[in-house]
């Protein structure tokens, strides 16, 4: 499966010291440059940056078509215009991404969307991970935006 991310996913399984979580999930993940540098060459201090760094399961992308970048890049960032230009470029099973109006524009170009959390729900309904409740409740604590009713929303598609 070929599965390209956005910079949210790593940075939050980074924060709560989940990092290995992403490849147990999907394997190999495709990022965009500007995704690789926001975690990595930006982000050098931060939680996570030299493991995506020095990961064997993250492949950089190169972008071909950088017209659909600047085009894209009217509605969303740099990094997510570059993840759905990357996505549909390799023909992407999956694109993970967090933003609300990035995964819009990325639908409407006909892509396969999903947040982290439905990335959790995948992983949980595969037997991956015993339990979300813990990761979601470590998310909130370390800044991920997820309002009362949605929680109770993943819990209950999750079976807890």
Do not use: C, N, Q
């Amino acid at each position: 499966m070929t599965v390209v991310v956005d910079s949210s996913t790593l940075i939050t399984l980074a924060r709560i010291g989940r990092l290995e979580l992403s490849p147990r999930i999907t394997g190999e993940v495709h990022v965009p440059s500007a995704v690789f540098e926001e975690v990595v060459t930006e982000a050098e201090s931060r939680p996570g940056s030299a493991e995506v760094g020095g990961a064997t399961w993250v492949r950089r992308g190169s972008i071909r078509d950088l017209t659909s970048v600047e085009r894209l890049r009217a509605r969303v960032g740099r990094g997510e215009a570059e993840a759905i230009v990357l996505a549909k470029e390799l023909g992407a099973d999956l694109l993970v991404v967090d933003d609300a109006p990035a995964r819009r524009v990325a639908e409407a170009e006909g892509l396969r969307v999903v947040g982290l959390l439905g990335l959790l729900l995948h992983a949980k309904h595969r037997g991956l991970v015993v339990s979300i409740k813990p990761l979601l409740d470590e998310m909130v604590a370390a800044g991920f935006f997820l309002d009362e009713p949605r929680y109770r929303s993943i819990l209950e598609r999750a079976g807890e």
